[in-house]
């Protein structure tokens, strides 16, 4: 019965499982050996830790922009890889989640491992089922890839061990069901419509989500910018945006309220294509929580909106797609030629370091908001964030990313204190040879919990600071890259970094930015 799994999982498209698997799991890894059959045999990726496991199937969805599919032990390895799904979740990236579980008939008996996987999964999944009758696998399986794509979001599939241990002669002949088409919605033709009433005001805000901020939308955007006048932006999280020369200006939303909402006030009439309404990360004392006052914005949403429905809005302004310069050499920022790294100095140099068709991987936190606008004149590139406020996925997202285009390098621009978080994960670019350049922002210091802290007029003295301080000890990260089989250095200086960056060829490399203030 575990063969079914695998059969339907490449029926539907989806190559590469990323997996910490256990006992309860081992008749789906034992199956592994008979996928060779399949048209497009599976490709297993072990990852040391869930949420390694869990932030890799995002990264790679949202590059290979099909599903990706995660294998996990049980509610305590679902428990462990949650930070990463909640992210995916809130990205809107389709992820087949496939849990194992107890045999149905040994759950009831509450033996250690037992918990509520449905309540687990249902935290951050749209659709969650179990599978109890090996007959019924087919059908779930597919349902469970469709539910993902429809969303899109994460769908959990648990499967009772009992269920996917029995044998060939053991399994039922499984009903011919099928899943009938997903019930997406589409979009009407009265907010198109209002969404051109809106934008032909001028001074328009215009919010954009999904595959409207990919490659295959700029030609439209140019448009809609220059001809009527809108100003683009995205949220401050966001799953992917392609960038570089040749893309339109979009304005990422600051992270601070306050920087947030001075970015909008300048709107009256703002339009949501692909997206909703950004919610700020955390409400404050004395402060509404709202980002947008109903008093002198004017919403319009257009939730499912495709790169067909923005041609549309266009082709109703009266305007036509404008072909993207991409050959158009725009001057980067100065490069500092000597001097100690420091937030900014990194991200300008790491802008001149950039090379076509790189995906970047940013959870820099504090120390990368200068890189959007020094790379914005860079060689085309892909750009993804944290999207969840869930720390802890760049080391794992760029897994996904690296195995979902092999033939793009991907450099992981990485804060310290959230990359101990899933540290593990090196070891899986070490063992899959990705060429990952992972560059760690290593200010020593918890930063974002110091801004925070300053933000709601705290007073952080000793021995608080003893709970956003990284400095005692000290963390090598040059010996825990060694550790985990990927070559490393440690630089302070601008001419040390650019020197490390550029010896860089393939394969996973670690390079530890030392930065003061």
Partial sequence: AADKVWEELSISGIRVC???????????????????????????????????ATGAADGYARMARHPSCVLLHLGVGLANGLSNLHNARRGNTPVVVLVGDLASWHAPYDPPLHTNIEQLADVVSCWTRRI??????????????????????????????????????????????????????SVSAISVDEAVAAIAKGKCGVFLGGELLLHESW??????ASGSGASLFCEN????????????????????????????????????????????????KDDSGAL??????????????????????????????IVPQLDVQAPLPPLPTEGKL??????????????????????????????WDCSKNCPKFSHLTLTGGA???????????????????????QADGSGQYSLQGLWTQAREHLSILTVICANGRYDILNMEMMM?????????????????????????????????????????????????ENGPFLIEAVLRP
């Avoid at 997996?19 to 990852?47: D, H, I, K, Q, W």
């Avoid at 030609?219 to 809609?224: D, E, P, Q």
Wanted: charged share 15%; hydrophobic share 40%; proline share 8%.
């Fill in 18 to 52: 990323f997996a910490n698997p256990g006992t309860t799991e081992m008749p789906l890894v034992e199956a592994l050996n008979r996928c060779s059959s399949f048209n497009r045999p599976m490709r297993p990726v072990l990852c040391l830790h869930e949420t390694v």
């Fill in 456 to 504: 709601q007029g705290l007073v952080h003295q000793s021995p608080s600071k003893g709970l956003t301080d990284l400095g005692s000890p000290s963390i090598d990260w040059v010996s825990l890259a060694k550790g985990y089989g990927v070559a490393a250095v440690s630089v302070s200086t601008v001419e040390e970094f650019l020197s490390a960056f550029r010896s860089w």
């Fill in 391 to 413: 720390i802890g996925i760049g080391i794992p997202l760029s897994i996904g990313a690296a195995i979902a285009c092999p033939s793009r390098k991907i450099v992981t621009f």
């Fill in 219 to 224: 030609g439209y955007l140019h448009a809609l």
């Fill in 342 to 371: 420091n937030p900014v100095r990194l991200c300008q140099a790491l802008a001149h370091c950039m090379s076509e068709d790189v995906v970047v991987v940013d959870e820099s936190i504090t120390s990368g908001p200068a890189f």
């Fill in 237 to 284: 999280g966001f799953a992917r945006v392609d960038r570089g020369r040749g893309a339109p200006a979009v304005c990422r939303l600051p992270y601070k309220p306050s920087d947030a909402r001075g970015v909008i006030r300048a709107f009256q009439d703002i339009v949501f294509l692909n997206t909703s309404p950004p919610i700020l990360q955390f409400g404050y």
């Fill in 132 to 185: 109890v009758d090996p007959s019924t696998i087919p059908f779930t399986i597919r349902s469970c890839v469709q539910a993902a794509m429809a969303k899109p979001g994460v769908a959990t599939a648990i499967l009772c061990h009992d269920a996917v241990w029995v044998t060939d002669e053991e399994y039922r002949h499984c009903c011919d069901h099928e899943c009938g088409p997903s019930n997406e919605n």
């Fill in 292 to 321: 947008f006052d109903p008093k002198q914005h004017r919403l319009t949403l257009v939730p499912r909106c495709s790169v067909n429905s923005l041609s549309t809005i266009v082709d109703k302004l009266g305007l036509a797609p």
